[in-house]
């Protein structure tokens, strides 16, 4: 049983900076893939990045070249770099996870059957 544990989440104006962490409990080795999602209030959840076991790492077009993702295998903890935040990137971000060999699409949240119970991002003008 893997459990997700996200942190980091906050109020920041535009053009500010956050951090997002999640922790990966409970699995006793490096065989997850993982990825960051988000939900907008009243819309849909949408893949906001992923990491997969090669290390391969895919981005929406809306957050590319503003966040960054990254996993500490040490420390099973993967983080969500976000910069250049705007309004529009206000949502319940989660942490999603699943075994490598069963996530085809990365950035498609039903790929994914593990997930964490979110944190709330809010960017204001």
């Known amino acids: 049983q893997v459990q997700l544990v996200e942190s980091g989440g906050g109020s920041v104006q535009a053009g500010g900076s956050l951090r997002l962490s999640c922790a990966v409990y409970?699995?006793?080795?490096?065989?997850?893939?993982l990825g960051w999602f988000r939900q907008p209030q009243g819309k849909e959840r949408e893949g906001v990045a992923s990491?997969?076991?090669?290390?391969?790492?895919s981005y929406a077009d809306s957050v590319k070249g503003r966040f960054a993702i990254s996993k500490d295998n040490a420390k099973n903890i993967l983080y969500l770099q976000m910069s250049s935040l705007n309004p529009e990137d206000t949502a319940m971000y989660y942490c999603?996870?699943?075994?490598?060999?069963?996530?085809?699409?990365?950035?498609?949240?039903?790929?994914?059957?593990?997930w964490g119970q979110g944190t709330q991002v809010t960017v204001s003008s």
């Open positions: 999603a996870a699943d075994w490598h060999y069963t996530v085809a699409a990365p950035l498609r949240h039903s790929d994914y059957r593990m």
């Open positions: 409970g699995y006793g080795g490096s065989s997850l893939s």
């Open positions: 990491i997969e076991l090669n290390g391969r790492t």
